[in-house]
């Protein structure tokens, strides 16, 4: 019988079980008490936080990765990203990837006015001395090594904090970072 969790990725995670590597990194094991055998669907890289889906299900992690899903992330930016900023990384912009350019697929994206709660606080990201922040969503069906962070640098707007808060349908709606909630699918769609 597979298993499912959904789980707020707390920053400073990595999204695997096992880092053989000579400095000490958290896992995501030292949160739940997951089964042998159990898997992150997709990857948040250790600076990124939000939602993320794991199961015992390998044929779940093919459907949840392929490209008709889409993954929305809300990234705080460094400035008060403009509607032209916005609407370039609607139309698709220019990042590199394994060396070579790339022009990012047309993607959803706005200005986000207000927060939803699951996104709290999180860790201090710098002083308001330092200039404003502001945030956009980001929805899309690629996805590239780091590349929202990526695509709101090639508009001029750096990313300070990166949020995943939807796969398909299911959202992060109510969970707090670090909490895991065990389902019994995904029920997945687009």
Not at 64 to 77: G, L, M, N, P, W
Not at 111 to 125: Q, S
Not at 155 to 174: A, D, S
Request: proline share 4%.
């Amino acid at each position: 019988m597979h298993r499912y969790f959904i789980l707020y990725k707390p920053h400073g995670y990595l999204s695997q079980f096992v880092y053989e590597k000579k400095r000490p990194k958290k896992k995501l094991g030292e949160l739940y008490d997951f089964p042998e055998g159990t898997m992150a669907i997709g990857r948040l890289d250790e600076d990124s936080e939000g939602l993320l889906l794991l199961t015992t299900d390998g044929m779940m992690s093919e459907i949840v990765r392929s490209k008709t899903i889409q993954k929305e992330y809300y990234a705080q930016v460094d400035g008060v990203i403009t509607l032209d900023a916005v609407e370039k990384l609607k139309s698709g912009v220019e990042i590199g990837f394994k060396g070579i350019r790339y022009t990012t697929k047309p993607c959803e994206a706005f200005l986000v006015e207000l927060l939803p709660d699951c996104i709290g606080e999180g860790r201090r990201i710098r002083d308001e001395r330092h200039g404003p922040t502001s945030w956009v969503s980001i929805a899309l069906t690629e996805g590239k090594f780091r590349q929202v962070r990526k695509m709101t640098a090639a508009v001029g707007f750096p990313t300070l904090r990166l949020v995943r808060i939807r796969v398909g349908n299911i959202h992060l709606h109510h969970l707090k970072a670090g909490e895991v909630l065990e389902v019994t699918d995904f029920e997945i769609t687009e």
